[in-house]
C-alpha cells in the first residue's frame, strides 16, 4: 500500500489528536501533530494495495530461479562454516520474462538457524539481485527482491502487518504474494518484499539519506570509535556516498554515555521521537516481540543528513501477530503481560495439516527465557556498552535478553512512556475498531487463496488468527 494512498481515516483519531493538540505541553503537541499526520484518504484508497517495483500487490506473480547446484551446495557449506552469504549465478524468470545471469544469496538469520545441505532451497530465505552479473539488468526498473520465510504457510501475518504499518505513517515494504520455485520444482507460495536499498529509501525518505541495518549479532551498544568494531553489528545498505558510519556512532556514544538530564533535552535532536513513538505502539499492536528490543533486534536506522536525525525503520515481520518460530503460546490480549506459554505450536504456522479446531497459538507477549543460539549470546568487545554500564542503569541486552538501550531510556520518561500509551490507543481504534485492518486482511486472503497453492482451510485458520488478534 503506498504511503501516499493510506495512511490512516478515522475521525476519531483525529478528534484524539485535535483534543492533544490542545493540551498546551511540548510533549501532547508532539502527540497531536503526529496522530493528526495519520489521518488522510478514504474508504477507497485502503483497498489499494502497492507494488513491489512495478509488480502490482493484488495479484500473485510467478517467480521461477534456476542455478547449479553444485553451487548451491558451495554456498551452503560456506554458510554453515563461517556465516558468509555468497552470491551465486541464476537465471530468474519473472512472470515469463527471462533474466540470465542474476544473482541471488541467502537473506536472513534466525531462520538460517537449522540451515543443511539436505535443506529444501524452495523454503529458504533469499535476496535477488538481477543486475548482480549484469549492469544494468532489471524488471521495468526493479532489481532486488526479498523472498521472505516464514513460519506460517499463507504469510498472511507478515503481509498484513507491513500493510498496516505503513497505515500509520512509517516506512515500511511493499509486498507481493508469488507462486515460487527454484531449479523446476512444484512452485510454493512465498511472500515477496522490497529490498531497503537506495532506491527504496529515495522512494520512502530522501535519496541524500543513509541507511543502516540492525544486525541480529548485535544491539545498539557503544563499542567505541573504531567504524571496524561494527562490522558484525551494523552495515550501510544505502547513501553511502552521503554519509560513512561516523554519525551512526555519534548517535549510539549518546544512546549509551548521555547522562539522564541530557538524555531527556536532546534525544528530539537526534531522534524523529514521534515516528519512534508510533513504531513502540504498533510493534505492540501487531504482536511482533521479535522488534528492535527483540532477540532479533531487528531494525534499520535511517539518517537524515540535512536534520542530522535519525529514524527506526521497521523491518522483518514473520512472527508478526504472535506468529512464533519455536514452541508457541496460549493467545492473550494486545498487550497482555499475562501470555504463558502453551505445550507444542499450531499445526498450521507448523505448516502441517489443519484440524478443524478453534483458532489460538498466539504469543501475544515477548516471552522471557527464549533459548538463544549461541553465536547471538556472544560477548561484546572490550569497551562495549552493557547492562548496567549506562545512566540510571539503562540496559542494552538486545538479542540476549530482549531489550535495547533505547527503548529502555525512552520509556523511562514519563512524556514519551505516556506518548507510546496514547498513540497505542488511537492507532488501535484507528486501525482495528475501525475494520480498516480487517478490510486488508480480507485482501490479502482473496489474493493468497487465487494463488491455488494453499488450501481454503488452511487460508481461514490462519486468517481467524489474526482475525481473533484485531478483537482482543
Given amino acids: 500500500m503506498n504511503r501516499q494512498h493510506i495512511i490512516l481515516l478515522m475521525a476519531g483519531l483525529t478528534i484524539a489528536a485535535a483534543t492533544l493538540a490542545g493540551c498546551g505541553s511540548a510533549e501532547d503537541s508532539v502527540a497531536g501533530d503526529g496522530a493528526m499526520a495519520a489521518v488522510a484518504a478514504t474508504d477507497a484508497s485502503i483497498s489499494q494495495l502497492g507494488a513491489v517495483g512495478t509488480l502490482d500487490s493484488s495479484e500473485v506473480h510467478r517467480i521461477d530461479v534456476s542455478f547449479d547446484q553444485a553451487a548451491y551446495g558451495e554456498m551452503i557449506e560456506a554458510y554453515r562454516a563461517n556465516g558468509d552469504k555468497e552470491w551465486i549465478e541464476a537465471t530468474v524468470t519473472i512472470d515469463g520474462t527471462v533474466y540470465e545471469h542474476g544473482g541471488i544469496r541467502l537473506k536472513g538469520n534466525s531462520s538460517l538457524f537449522s540451515l543443511s545441505p539436505s535443506s529444501d532451497p524452495d523454503t529458504l530465505p533469499w535476496l535477488i539481485k538481477l543486475d548482480k552479473y549484469v549492469d544494468g539488468q532489471n524488471h521495468e526498473g526493479l532489481t532486488d527482491l526479498v523472498?521472505?520465510?516464514?513460519?506460517?504457510?499463507?504469510?498472511?501475518?507478515?503481509?498484513?502487518?507491513?500493510?498496516l504499518l505503513e497505515a500509520a505513517g512509517l516506512a515500511a515494504q511493499d509486498a507481493i504474494a508469488a507462486a515460487f520455485s527454484i531449479n523446476g520444482g512444484d512452485?510454493?507460495?512465498?511472500?515477496?518484499?522490497?529490498?531497503?536499498?537506495?532506491?527504496?529509501?529515495?522512494?520512502?525518505?530522501?535519496?541524500?539519506?543513509?541507511?543502516?541495518?540492525?544486525?541480529?549479532?548485535?544491539?545498539?551498544?557503544?563499542?567505541?570509535?573504531?567504524?571496524?568494531?561494527?562490522?558484525?553489528?551494523?552495515?550501510?545498505?544505502?547513501?553511502?556516498?552521503?554519509?560513512?558510519?561516523?554519525?551512526?556512532?555519534?548517535?549510539?556514544?549518546?544512546?549509551?554515555?548521555?547522562?539522564?538530564?541530557?538524555?531527556?533535552?536532546?534525544?528530539?535532536?537526534?531522534?524523529?521521537?514521534?515516528?519512534?513513538?508510533?513504531?513502540?505502539?504498533?510493534?505492540?499492536?501487531?504482536?511482533?516481540?521479535?522488534?528492535?528490543?527483540?532477540?532479533?533486534?531487528?531494525?534499520?536506522?535511517?539518517?537524515?543528513?540535512?536534520?542530522?536525525?535519525?529514524?527506526?525503520?521497521?523491518?522483518?515481520?514473520?512472527?508478526?501477530?504472535?506468529?512464533?518460530?519455536?514452541?508457541?503460546?496460549?493467545?492473550?490480549?494486545?498487550?497482555?503481560?499475562?501470555?504463558?506459554?502453551?505445550?507444542?505450536?499450531?499445526?498450521?504456522?507448523?505448516?502441517?495439516?489443519?484440524?478443524?479446531?478453534?483458532?489460538?497459538?498466539?504469543?501475544?507477549?515477548?516471552?522471557?527465557?527464549?533459548?538463544?543460539?549461541?553465536?547471538?549470546?556472544?560477548?561484546?568487545?572490550?569497551?562495549?556498552?552493557?547492562?548496567?554500564?549506562?545512566?540510571?542503569?539503562?540496559?542494552?541486552?538486545?538479542?540476549?535478553?530482549?531489550?535495547?538501550?533505547?527503548?529502555?531510556?525512552?520509556?523511562?520518561?514519563?512524556?514519551?512512556?505516556?506518548?507510546?500509551?496514547d498513540r497505542t490507543a488511537e492507532l488501535s481504534e484507528a486501525l482495528y475498531d475501525s475494520e480498516v485492518a480487517a478490510q486488508i486482511l480480507d485482501e490479502w486472503s482473496t489474493i493468497v487463496a487465487s494463488s491455488d497453492l494453499v488450501g481454503a482451510n488452511i487460508i481461514e485458520s490462519e486468517a481467524a488468527q489474526i482475525r481473533e488478534f484485531f478483537a482482543s
Avoid: C
Wanted: aromatic share 10%.
Fill in 147 to 163: 523472498v521472505r520465510s516464514n513460519n506460517s504457510t499463507t504469510a498472511l501475518n507478515e503481509a498484513v502487518a507491513l500493510e
Fill in 187 to 421: 512452485p510454493t507460495l512465498r511472500l515477496v518484499i522490497e529490498h531497503p536499498d537506495d532506491n527504496w529509501m529515495a522512494e520512502e525518505f530522501d535519496a541524500q539519506g543513509a541507511l543502516y541495518k540492525a544486525e541480529s549479532t548485535g544491539d545498539y551498544s557503544y563499542r567505541g570509535a573504531d567504524p571496524d568494531s561494527y562490522d558484525e553489528v551494523f552495515d550501510q545498505e544505502a547513501g553511502k556516498d552521503n554519509a560513512d558510519l561516523a554519525p551512526l556512532l555519534e548517535f549510539l556514544d549518546f544512546l549509551n554515555n548521555s547522562d539522564d538530564a541530557t538524555f531527556d533535552a536532546e534525544l528530539d535532536q537526534w531522534l524523529d521521537i514521534d515516528s519512534f513513538a508510533t513504531y513502540l505502539a504498533m510493534q505492540d499492536l501487531i504482536g511482533n516481540f521479535d522488534d528492535i528490543d527483540g532477540r532479533g533486534n531487528n531494525s534499520y536506522l535511517y539518517y537524515d543528513t540535512d536534520a542530522a536525525q535519525f529514524t527506526v525503520v521497521p523491518w522483518d515481520h514473520n512472527l508478526a501477530f504472535g506468529v512464533s518460530n519455536g514452541p508457541g503460546s496460549e493467545p492473550g490480549g494486545r498487550g497482555d503481560s499475562g501470555g504463558v506459554p502453551a505445550e507444542g505450536f499450531p499445526e498450521d504456522f507448523a505448516g502441517n495439516a489443519i484440524e478443524d479446531s478453534a483458532p489460538g497459538g498466539f504469543q501475544r507477549t515477548r516471552p522471557e527465557g527464549l533459548p538463544i543460539p549461541g553465536e547471538l549470546g556472544a560477548a561484546l568487545p572490550e569497551g562495549a556498552g552493557g547492562l548496567g554500564e549506562r545512566p540510571g542503569g539503562a540496559g542494552g541486552r538486545g538479542p540476549e535478553g530482549g531489550s535495547n538501550v533505547l527503548v529502555e531510556r525512552f520509556v523511562a520518561n514519563d512524556s514519551w512512556a505516556d506518548l507510546v500509551v
